[in-house]
């Protein structure tokens, strides 16, 4: 299944971004919710008004070729993000597009994304005042959907990023924001996310993933502790990729080692066992990662994997190379 184009908008509330997906088979253990099944047509949300003017300035201009491209863009089926809102408006704003997907017979995929200290209060800023504030904000969001069939990709960043929160590997993250209690912090990302899997889950029709980050970012092992700490054995798998740039190829074979780390670390192993693509592979070199694909064939084999989507919006082309004597803080930025 593919979406490949991206809009997307960093607003209060609705906004919309294409996600595309991947899936692999299922969990060993069934999750309480349908996982996202193959030839599935998703839900193409409403056009942004921007999108709509842009077209008609450039028409006007005689720039018809670039005013095609954006109805392709408008015409993709996308996400719908939700980074605000509370009670009644948030449960109707949800219900609406639930309906309108299912007036369509397509499939709504929503974003939830209003964790507190959201992206450690960084570029994207944001997200619910406190534990309490966010079991009622996916309330108020599991109310929408309803019996409605819809996928729910859950806070993007919500385990790459976590306040004051120690790996695997005995290491204190730096996101430590000085509002957030040092004591608490990394437990109550952990009760919200398992929280909001259980209520999303509990709703017949909704295929519930977790933040599973990118190959560019956590290893294996560390990304696959964090999973199951968040409840993915419970969910229908877990996201790769969301918003950024990393290779599909690179993100397959990512993807399946966390499915078989998850299965190695919670049947007798240690995840920071797993192999990864920092070790035995290089990650810069791609031709090595056949060394990891060979510690998994040796110590891990599952009789099923983990579902798991990737999205394919924003990575055409991969990451972004600045160009030679060129120094840039974010390469992705």
């Avoid at 919006?313 to 930025?333: K, L």
Wanted: net charge negative; with cysteine; proline share 7%.
């Amino acid at each position: 299944m593919s979406l490949p184009l991206s809009a997307r908008r960093a607003a209060t509330g609705l906004a919309a971004a294409a996600v595309a997906f991947v899936v692999t088979v299922s969990f060993d253990v069934p999750p309480a919710g349908a996982a996202i099944p193959d030839g599935t047509t998703f839900y193409t949300p409403r056009p942004d008004h921007g999108a709509i003017e842009q077209i008609a300035q450039l028409t006007a201009e005689g720039r018809k070729d670039l005013a095609n491209d954006i109805r392709t863009m408008i015409k993709t089926p996308q996400a719908v993000w939700v980074t605000g809102g509370s009670g009644r408006q948030l449960t109707q704003s949800i219900k609406a597009e639930a309906q309108r997907a299912a007036g369509k017979k397509t499939m709504p995929i929503f974003v939830a994304y209003n964790i507190p200290f959201r992206d450690c209060s960084q570029y994207s800023a944001g997200g619910a005042a406190s534990v309490a504030e966010y079991k009622a904000w996916i309330d108020a969001f599991a109310a929408g959907i309803g019996d409605h069939r819809a996928a729910v990709m859950l806070e993007p960043d919500g385990l790459g990023i976590i306040p004051w929160y120690t790996t695997i590997n005995n290491s204190l993250e730096w996101c430590r924001p000085a509002e957030a209690d040092p004591a608490t912090a990394a437990s109550d990302r952990f009760e919200m996310l398992n929280y909001a899997v259980d209520r999303l889950t509990a709703l017949p029709a909704t295929s519930v993933y977790l933040d599973g980050t990118h190959s560019g970012w956590l290893g294996v092992g560390d990304i696959a502790d964090r999973l199951v700490k968040a409840g993915v054995r419970r969910a229908d798998g877990f996201f790769l990729n969301v918003s950024n740039y990393e290779t599909t190829e690179r993100q397959l074979k990512y993807g399946e080692w966390i499915s078989k780390c998850i299965f190695y670390g919670t049947t007798g192993g240690r995840f920071d066992w797993c192999a990864s693509q920092y070790y035995p592979a290089s990650p810069g070199d791609f031709s090595t990662w056949a060394l990891t694909d060979a510690w998994y064939a040796a110590n891990v084999s599952p009789d099923r994997l983990a579902h798991f989507v990737i999205d394919t919006s924003r990575n055409g082309r991969g990451p972004w190379t600045p160009p030679a004597g060129v120094t840039w803080p974010d390469p992705q930025t």
